[in-house]
C-alpha cells in the first residue's frame, strides 16, 4: 500500500488518538486535574458538553483539493453488560483516483465513568482490510480482542479508546498556555500524550464562523500527530467544544486539513450532576 493510500483512514484514527486525555498531570498552570478511584460511587450520569442526535460532517482537504468527507456523532445510549454507554461515531470515506477508502470506528463510553466499554474498527483501505473489535473491561483494569487471543491490561481503571478520547477531551477545560500530560489510552503503548493548549482564534469553515481554542496534540508516534507534523485542532470556544477544524503537516504531501461543513447539536443526558469523583463540573 502506498503512503497516499494511508492518509485518509490515518486521519480519523489518529485524529482520535492525539487526543488521548485523562485525569493525569496538568502543567503549565501548576495544579493537578483530580483524581477518580475505583471505590468512589458514580453519580448516575455525569454531565458532558454533547448527547444523542449529535452529528457532525466535516470536508477533507489536500492542499487545495477536495478528497473526501467524515462525520462524528452519538447515535444513542446502550447498555454494554448492564452499564449505559454512548454510541460513538466517525466515519471517514475518500481518496485520490483508485486510492479509496471507507472507515468506520464505533465507541461505547460509559454515561457515568466516561470509561470506554467497546470498541470497533473496520477499515477498507483499497486493496486492505482490517477489522478489530475489543471488549474492555474498566473494573477488571483489561482489555480483550474479540475473535484472537490478543488481551492486556489497563493502566487506568478509567481507559478509553481513540474515539471517545475525541469526546473527553471536550469536558477539559482548555485554558490557554496549559499543558496535559495523559495516561489513559486502553493500550499501554499509547501513554503518555501531550496535549498543549496554545491560543484563541477565530476561523471560518463552510458551517459559519467560530471562536475556537486551538491545542496542539503530540504523541510519540511518527504519522499524523507526531512531533514533526505541527498539528494544530480547533475546538469551539463554547459550552459544546466541537472539533471545528483540524490542521497537520504530512512529508511529501503538505497540508491535511478537515473543515466543518454541517453541525447539529445533541441533548444531554443532565445538566445537573456531579461527576463521578465528586467535584462537579
Known sequence: MTYLERIVPTLAAALALALLPSLGTLR???????????????????????????E????LKLGAFSVGEGRLAVTGVEAIRGQPSYQLEMDME?????????DEFRSWMDTRTLASRRFIRDVHEVNYKAYRHFEIHPEEKRWERVGSQETGRTLSSFPLD?????????????RVGETYELNRYFKDDGNPVVVK????????????TFNTIVVQPLIRTSGLFGEGGNAEIFFSDDEHRNVV????????????TLHLTELRQGTPLSSGATTADGSGR
Do not use: H, N
Open 28 to 54: 503549565g498552570a501548576g495544579t493537578s486535574l483530580p483524581a477518580q478511584s475505583a471505590g468512589t460511587p458514580a453519580s448516575p450520569i455525569t454531565p458532558v458538553p454533547f448527547g444523542p442526535g449529535e
Open 94 to 102: 475518500g481518496g485520490i483516483a483508485f486510492a479509496k477508502v471507507d
Open 245 to 256: 477544524y483540524l490542521r497537520s503537516e504530512i512529508p511529501i504531501v503538505g497540508s491535511m
Open 56 to 59: 457532525a460532517k466535516y470536508q
Open 197 to 208: 493548549v496554545l491560543r484563541r482564534e477565530r476561523k471560518e469553515v463552510p458551517a459559519g
Open 162 to 174: 481513540e474515539l471517545a478520547f475525541v469526546y473527553y477531551v471536550r469536558t477539559l477545560p482548555l
